[in-house]
């Protein structure tokens, strides 16, 4: 599967030269609207496993940094404390609750994500503080960055078993998509709403939807 | 009363205009308070409804900010996001608890209820049936068909994981909260479409409905009380409202005003109070003065002018004070002229007739005797046309200067204009009068020396004396008038009336009156005495005579009658008369073949009438008579009064052929010669010397001669009052012509006259014969 990618890639650069610098191997990931669309976590099944990324989630400026982090499952995440205050890490989801006290200067042990899924991560001191860990069993995944550019490196071409997960599932596991040439895409549209995440900062409560709903309908 | 109305109308019109301005103002006030109060309310309304809103929006907050703290608790999160029920359950319920809800409810993700505290107690459902938002903290809803205020908090587990909400009762309690912090009367009203649901409030709850369907605002009367109304609507869905409804109640606001209005109320009263009074004061001080004045006014037109008309005061009033006080004095000084006047002849500054009448009233009616004297100036007529008026006027002033302080004491001299002096002699007999008088009269009548000219008046008086005469003041005045008429200058100068001469004088007036209608009321007739020619025996012609039957005098003798008639005018009428009625006889007579001519006498004042010929002429073509049968008789003094128009008149009638005589000769100094040149063909001796012919007499003398004499002139001659054979014989034997008297006939009337004629046909040619 190395091998195979090489040519491409020189082709890639090749062209890059002789071109224009194309990013070899990134896929633009969108959003229903046709934004870019970033923290979107895309998976892909019957690869290679990938070597794996980052696995600190950090707190920096009384945010998690980053925001979403995806693990293999079984790995353990480190908590370091970016900040000079003091963090309530936590997790009520399904895939891994737990609790963690953080202090500044101080290391936390790490707290090893056997099972995959998502997990929401809460501070409890920090309302606004809200960040993702999506466990993961498959072997390749990627993340779109801020400009919501994925980068395949890792990824064998080839048709494979696609799926994707964004904060704005929450709990919910990742969606499959089917099965995908993501080198050959030039762009992944996912059904999120991303204005729609941009916008919100304190969502409606769930019983004045429900009455907005009904209202609306009346309304028609 | 008519000052009585001044001063009414004067108070009615101050006070009125006080009271028109005092109540303007007050009514200004009233209303101005009223609107202000009104204003206020609204304000207040405004207001109360701001904070009302306001407190609802803080005790959600406050409610919300306490469900916050029970969905931001980690345990109970942790609960949430595990799906602990039991945990969530006993945690909402003991929140709710704490911050006193009445209901607690708990949503899971989805919206559904999974927990309610109703639930926990009674196992019963929930049902909520509408909700909205009130503010960001709050919603409104309906549970139960019952008002709650619900506050929620979504529970972040971090991401939102379910929702607790707490919901809070509309409730009286808050009802009455509300009320004591805005002080309005609360209402929260729930209904379907009309139908009210539930109503709570600070009000008996029976009077809400009635507010319902009020607008916005407006003013609704709750058992009597008025009240400002605002409603706010807190939610309206699928036809559910629940609705807050504020009253602010009028009468506080409008009793802020009432003691300002009790206030205003007294000022005016009492404005108005010592306005009325002082225009009371005011008026009656101007009506005061001229209810006064009005009753001086009044006194003096009463006559009364003796007593002042006095007002102390300086000004308009005042002086018409003076004005009339002027007046008063001016009416009383007048009215004593007037007085004098009525009683005072102006000239002599004597008194007057009617002074005179009231002194013979007063003695008369006191039972006195005494003397009424007439003096009259003798020719006073004459001096008046000499000298003129005025110096007339000065004549009698200064006579009655020389007898003003010469008359009897007690007694009264009177001037009366145009008549003379009068004098009443209290108590004195006619002798004792006339010796008065005539010392008066010689007084009267010394040399004058007026305007430089002598006079010698001759003043004349009558006499009358009362009760003796009469015993009437105004019959006393005509008989003393009628006394002085009968006094001639020289010895008769003072004459006493006499009754006699009165009648005839009252009878000469009636006849000179009646007169004029002796004719229209057939009163008089025609007589004919004949005419005898002496040498034939014959008569032909007669002397036409005209008699007078008064209707009450009898017969009136020509000789009276026609004297009167010349005298009054009345002569040119009878004349006219009875030459009609001669005319038509004549006419009789011609027609019958009677040939007689006949004379009648004309005066003096028919030939000095111009028109008299022709009168003549007309009448006699007018029935067609010869003139030469008509012959007319003129006295002899009658053509001395205007010879030359006498002397016309006669020969026109001459040349007409009537025939004409001069009668009654010998009484008048015309002679001979001067007859010879009138017209004249015969010449009538008087009767007065015929009637006693005798042979030798004095009248046998004149009456020969006479006709001698005419005889010579060519002039036939008649005798009239040929009363005996005697006097025919002799007349006859002289050759007079025509004889005429009683012993030949009377005058008698026409148709005896005819008769007469028959019978004596032949009687005087008898004595030619024989």
Known sequence: MHFTRYPAMLVAVFLASTAVAIPAATLPVLDQQGNALKDAVILVEGVPQRPPLSSSMDQIDLQFQPRVLVVPAGTDVGFPNGDNVRHHVYSFSPTKAFELRLFHGSEAPPVTFEQAGPVVLGCNIHDAMIGYILVTDRPWYGLSNPQGILDLEHLPPGESVVSWWHPTLGDAPPVTLGSIDLHASDSLTLAVDGMAEAVVEKPLSPLQKRFNKAAGKYAN | ?770
């Not at chain 2, 619900?150 to 509300?178: C, I, K, S």
């Not at chain 2, 007579?589 to 022709?614: P, T």
Request: glycine share 6%; charged share 25%.
């Open chain 2, 1 to 770: 009363m008519r000052i009585e109305r001044l001063r009414t109308r004067l108070i009615l019109l101050l006070v009125g205009l006080l009271a028109l301005v005092l109540g303007a103002v007050f009514v200004a006030v009233y209303s101005a308070t009223d609107s202000s109060a009104e204003r206020q309310a609204r304000q207040q309304l405004q207001v109360g409804a701001n904070v009302f809103s306001r407190l609802l929006e803080l005790r959600a907050q406050e409610l919300a900010g306490a469900t916050e703290v029970l969905a931001a608790d980690f345990g109970f999160r942790e609960a949430v996001a595990s799906g602990d029920l039991p945990t969530i359950r006993s945690a909402l319920l003991n929140q709710a608890r704490r911050i006193g809800a009445d209901e607690a409810l708990f949503f899971d993700a989805d919206g559904n209820i999974q927990v309610s505290s109703r639930m926990e107690v009674s196992g019963s459902q929930v049902e909520l049936s509408a909700l909205q938002p009130l503010s960001t903290n709050a919603l409104v809803a309906l549970i139960d068909e019952q008002p709650f205020l619900l506050v929620d908090a979504v529970v972040m587990a971090p991401l939102a994981v379910g929702q607790v909400a707490m919901a809070f009762r509309l409730t009286q309690e808050l009802a009455e909260e509300m009320r004591s912090l805005t002080g309005l009367e609360v209402s929260f009203i729930t209904a379907q479409g009309d139908e009210v649901l539930d109503r709570v409030g600070t009000l008996p709850m029976d009077h809400a409905i009635a507010s319902l369907e009020t607008p916005e605002s407006s003013i609704v009367d709750v058992d009597g009380e008025v009240y400002l109304a605002t409603r706010i609507t807190l939610l309206q869905q699928d036809g559910l409202q629940v609705k807050a409804q504020l009253l602010s109640p009028l009468e506080d606001a409008l009793a802020i005003f009432d003691l300002l209005k009790r206030e205003l109320l007294l000022i005016t009263l009492i404005a108005l109070g010592v306005s009325s009074l002082a225009a009371y004061v005011m008026a009656g001080s101007l009506s005061r003065p001229v209810s006064l004045l009005a009753e001086a006014a009044r006194r003096i037109g009463q006559g009364d002018y003796a007593s002042m008309v006095t007002l102390k005061r300086s000004d308009e009033l005042g002086r018409l004070a003076e004005s009339i006080d002027t007046m008063r004095e001016d009416i009383a000084e007048r009215e004593r002229q007037i007085a004098h006047n009525a009683f005072h002849d102006p000239l002599t500054g004597l008194g007057n007739l009617a002074k005179t009448r009231e002194r013979l009233a007063d003695s008369l009616s006191a039972g006195r005797s005494g003397a009424l004297v007439a003096f009259y100036l003798s020719g006073a007529e004459d001096l008046i046309k000499a000298r003129g008026q005025t110096f007339y006027s000065h004549t009698v002033v200064a006579s009655a200067d020389r007898i003003r302080a010469r008359v009897p004491t007690n007694s009264l001299l009177a001037y009366h204009p145009g008549q003379g002096f009068l004098l009443v002699l209290n108590n004195m007999e006619t002798d004792q009068a006339v010796i008065t008088t005539d010392r008066l009269i010689t007084i009267l009548s010394e040399r004058m020396d007026n305007d430089g000219m002598k006079l010698n008046l001759e003043w004349l008086a009558g006499v009358v004396a009362w009760p003796h005469h009469s015993d009437d003041p105004d019959e006393l005045l005509r008989q003393v008038a009628i006394a002085a008429a009968d006094a001639h200058p020289g010895p008769m100068r003072i004459s006493v009336y006499q009754a006699k001469r009165d009648q005839d004088y009252m009878r000469r007036l009636r006849l000179i009156r009646d007169i004029h209608f002796a004719a229209q009321m057939r009163e008089l007739s025609v007589v004919y005495q004949p005419k005898l020619d002496i040498a034939s025996g014959e008569v032909r012609q007669v002397e036409a005579l005209m008699r007078w039957h008064h209707s009450e005098l009898g017969f009136i003798g020509p000789d009276e009658f026609i004297l009167l008639a010349e005298q009054t005018g009345s002569i040119h009428k009878l004349t006219q008369w009875i030459l009609g009625a001669i005319a038509t006889q004549m006419r009789h007579w011609a027609d019958q073949g009677v040939e007689l001519g006949v004379a009648m006498n004309i005066s003096a004042l028919d030939l000095d009438d111009e028109n008299f010929v022709d009168q003549v002429a007309k009448v006699l073509e007018k029935h067609g008579i010869d003139p030469a049968m008509l012959a007319f008789e003129v006295t002899e003094s009658a053509l001395m009064v205007n010879p030359e128009r006498s002397l016309r008149s006669l020969h026109q009638l001459r040349e007409m052929g009537i025939s004409l005589a001069v009668d009654d000769y010998g009484t008048g100094y015309s002679s001979l010669a001067m007859l010879k040149s009138l017209p004249v063909q015969d010449l009538k001796i008087d009767k007065s010397f015929v009637l006693n012919l005798a042979e030798g007499s004095e009248d046998a003398v004149i009456v020969r001669s006479t006709i001698e004499l005419a005889h010579n002139m060519g002039l036939k001659v008649i005798a009239e009052g040929v009363e005996n054979a005697i006097s025919l014989e002799w007349l006859r034997a002289l050759g007079c012509d025509t004889a005429q008297g009683y012993y030949i006939s009377r005058p008698i009337a026409a148709l005896d006259l005819e008769a007469w004629l028959e019978k004596n046909r032949h009687t005087y040619k008898q004595t030619e014969h024989s």
